[in-house]
């Protein structure tokens, strides 16, 4: 359904490690992990804790900010230090990010998590994917993603909503659904919220089993206007050859 070719990524320092650097975009001013989508250097995973230590994550045209773990289990929580991302492209100008986390529940045992966050472009997002990668059940188990696209924060009550996406998986259920997607009207300022369950069967006579390892997001970007690169080029053209003058 989904063939995004995942490309690999440099940070912006050329380092192995994420470093963080001092940024404007949309208006936003702060220090953050950087990433620059790069094919010729190794992919790197960060865990959203060390995103939310660093002051957000910057990917080419978008900044990740304001994230929240919340995590309940009837086993172990999974908090913000055990869940990774990494960034893609699918070479449209889009983004995309990969979730990685332990989520695996056995038979009477199931994972809630929910998790927030918020976006900023640089230009602006007219639609958000969502697809599982890496998943199972067996017997009973259930794997399920819920997510709300909102324009205001989680905590406003009733926030105006662009967007809701729904992933569901349980073995030989005909009403599968691996992916999703959403589309709308140009926004520069998103909000995310996602609610993860992945659990194994309710009735501990029952068996059944649920894992989750990974799952994709991609944002659809309106790229920069031609006309204004356009016009960027033909300013410092102009102004190179009033120097020579």
Same mark, same amino acid.
């Given at each position: 359904?989904?063939?995004?070719?995942?490309?690999?990524?440099?940070?912006?320092?050329?380092?192995?490690?994420?470093?963080?650097?001092?940024?404007?975009?949309?208006?936003?001013?702060?220090?953050?992990?950087?990433?620059?989508?790069?094919?010729?250097?190794?992919?790197?995973?960060?865990?959203?804790?060390?995103?939310?230590?660093?002051?957000?994550?910057?990917?080419?045209?978008?900044?990740?900010?304001?994230?929240?773990? &919340?995590? %309940?289990?009837?086993? /172990?929580?999974?908090? #913000?230090?055990? +869940?990774?991302?990494?960034?893609? *492209?699918?070479? =449209?100008?889009?983004?995309?990010?990969?979730?990685?986390?332990?989520?695996?529940?056995?038979?009477?045992?199931?994972?809630?998590?929910?998790?927030?966050?918020?976006?900023?472009?640089?230009?602006?997002?007219?639609?958000?994917?969502?697809?599982?990668?890496?998943? &199972?059940? %067996?017997?009973?188990? /259930?794997?399920?993603? #819920?997510?709300? +696209?909102?324009?205001?924060?989680? *905590?406003?009550? =009733?926030?105006?909503?662009?967007?809701?996406?729904?992933?569901?998986?349980?073995?030989?259920?005909?009403?599968?659904?691996?992916?999703?997607?959403?589309?709308?009207?140009?926004?520069?300022?998103?909000?995310?919220?996602?609610?993860?369950?992945?659990?194994?069967? &309710?009735?501990?006579?029952?068996?059944?089993?649920?894992?989750?390892?990974?799952?994709?997001?991609?944002?659809?970007?309106?790229?920069?206007?031609?006309?204004?690169?356009?016009?960027?080029?033909?300013?410092?053209?102009?102004?190179?050859?009033?120097?020579?003058?």
């Amino acid at each position: 359904m989904h063939n995004f070719a995942s490309k690999s990524i440099r940070f912006a320092t050329g380092a192995t490690i994420a470093a963080a650097m001092t940024f404007s975009i949309a208006g936003v001013s702060t220090a953050a992990i950087v990433w620059d989508l790069d094919a010729s250097n190794p992919s790197a995973d960060v865990t959203i804790q060390e995103i939310i230590d660093n002051g957000g994550l910057q990917v080419e045209g978008l900044f990740f900010d304001d994230w929240l773990v &919340a995590s %309940t289990s009837s086993d /172990v929580d999974i908090n #913000a230090s055990e +869940i990774k991302v990494r960034a893609f *492209t699918n070479g =449209d100008g889009g983004v995309g990010i990969t979730f990685l986390a332990p989520w695996v529940a056995g038979t009477n045992t199931q994972y809630t998590t929910n998790i927030e966050f918020s976006i900023d472009a640089a230009t602006a997002i007219t639609g958000v994917q969502l697809w599982t990668t890496s998943y &199972a059940t %067996t017997g009973e188990g /259930v794997v399920s993603i #819920a997510e709300n +696209i909102t324009t205001e924060p989680p *905590t406003v009550f =009733d926030p105006n909503s662009v967007g809701e996406l729904g992933v569901y998986y349980q073995e030989n259920d005909p009403s599968n659904v691996t992916g999703d997607q959403a589309t709308f009207d140009p926004e520069t300022k998103l909000y995310i919220s996602k609610d993860i369950s992945v659990r194994g069967s &309710a009735d501990p006579t029952i068996a059944g089993n649920a894992h989750l390892s990974k799952f994709n997001q991609y944002y659809l970007v309106v790229p920069e206007p031609a006309s204004l690169a356009l016009c960027s080029l033909g300013m410092i053209a102009l102004l190179g050859r009033r120097r020579t003058n």
